[in-house]
């Protein structure tokens, strides 16, 4: 499970140029105009395509509602050179916990287009992953890639994911099954790998960034 901490709509993580935090009903616009991206949707794969009228607002809330159990954790990755901006999604989901020696976690995200291609993906990813080493007893992390989906796939190679094998994915927002790649991230390879600063969390913030 993720820690008390993560918890709180206040907790939050602080890359270079980032800030990953709970998401926020103000977010809902630029959720739906993210989403709505089908180049977006087609990648995702639970992204409804079209993207419904109400829909930002029903992820926003979707996400703040998983994160408080402590079996997952969505947060949103803003822009912290311009408050409040929503970029897209970045989330873990415990997949096995309790005494076994391995425990796992899944690994996710997506990013609107706009913000494709400057780095930002990898940013968001490090500090999540980071944060999900430090603060959880997850011993593996794994990741799913659509096959055709190669900046995707770039991005968890730089986070030291390594390639497992293929398999066929449930892809709902597609109505079919798509082929996609399976990677795999150790603690011991992110041990011995990771060149990243370490996440700064906070869990204290203005009271108007609290209002959602």
Same mark, same amino acid.
Request: hydrophobic fraction near 40%; aromatic fraction near 10%.
């Given at each position: %499970?993720?820690?008390?901490?993560?918890?709180?709509?206040? #907790?939050?993580?602080?890359?270079?140029?980032? &800030?990953?935090? &709970?998401?926020?009903?103000?977010?809902?616009?630029?959720?739906?105009?993210?989403?709505?991206?089908?180049?977006?949707?087609? %990648?995702?794969?639970?992204?409804?395509?079209? #993207?419904?009228?109400?829909?930002?607002?029903?992820?926003?809330?979707?996400?703040?509602?998983?994160?408080?159990?402590?079996?997952?954790?969505?947060?949103?990755?803003?822009?912290?050179?311009?408050?409040?901006?929503? @970029?897209?999604?970045?989330?873990?989901?415990?997949?096995?916990?309790?005494?076994?020696? +391995?425990?796992?976690?899944?690994?996710?995200? &997506?990013?609107?287009?706009?913000?494709?291609?400057?780095?930002?993906?990898?940013?968001?990813?490090?500090?999540?992953?980071?944060?999900? #080493?430090?603060?959880?007893?997850?011993?593996?992390?794994?990741?799913?890639?659509?096959?055709?989906?190669?900046?995707?796939?770039?991005?968890?190679?730089?986070?030291? #994911?390594?390639?497992?094998?293929?398999? @066929?994915?449930?892809?709902?927002?597609?109505?079919?099954?798509?082929? +996609?790649?399976?990677?795999?991230?150790?603690?011991?390879?992110?041990?011995?790998?990771?060149? &990243?600063?370490?996440?700064?969390?906070?869990?204290?913030?203005?009271?108007?960034?609290?209002?959602?």
């Amino acid at each position: %499970m993720f820690p008390d901490l993560t918890r709180d709509d206040v #907790f939050r993580i602080e890359t270079k140029r980032l &800030w990953l935090r &709970w998401p926020r009903v103000q977010d809902a616009a630029a959720i739906a105009q993210l989403a709505g991206d089908k180049d977006v949707a087609d %990648m995702v794969g639970v992204l409804p395509i079209p #993207f419904p009228a109400g829909g930002g607002e029903t992820l926003a809330f979707d996400a703040r509602k998983v994160n408080a159990t402590g079996a997952q954790i969505k947060l949103a990755v803003a822009d912290r050179r311009k408050p409040g901006q929503f @970029m897209g999604i970045v989330g873990s989901r415990i997949l096995s916990d309790g005494p076994s020696q +391995v425990q796992r976690a899944s690994f996710g995200y &997506w990013l609107g287009r706009p913000y494709w291609g400057e780095g930002y993906a990898t940013e968001a990813a490090h500090g999540l992953i980071d944060a999900v #080493f430090s603060y959880t007893g997850v011993t593996e992390l794994e990741a799913s890639v659509r096959v055709l989906n190669t900046p995707s796939r770039r991005v968890i190679e730089k986070c030291g #994911f390594q390639f497992t094998g293929s398999d @066929m994915w449930d892809a709902p927002a597609l109505r079919s099954r798509v082929p +996609v790649d399976k990677f795999l991230l150790t603690r011991t390879t992110w041990s011995s790998l990771k060149s &990243w600063r370490d996440p700064r969390v906070e869990t204290q913030k203005p009271v108007l960034e609290l209002c959602a």
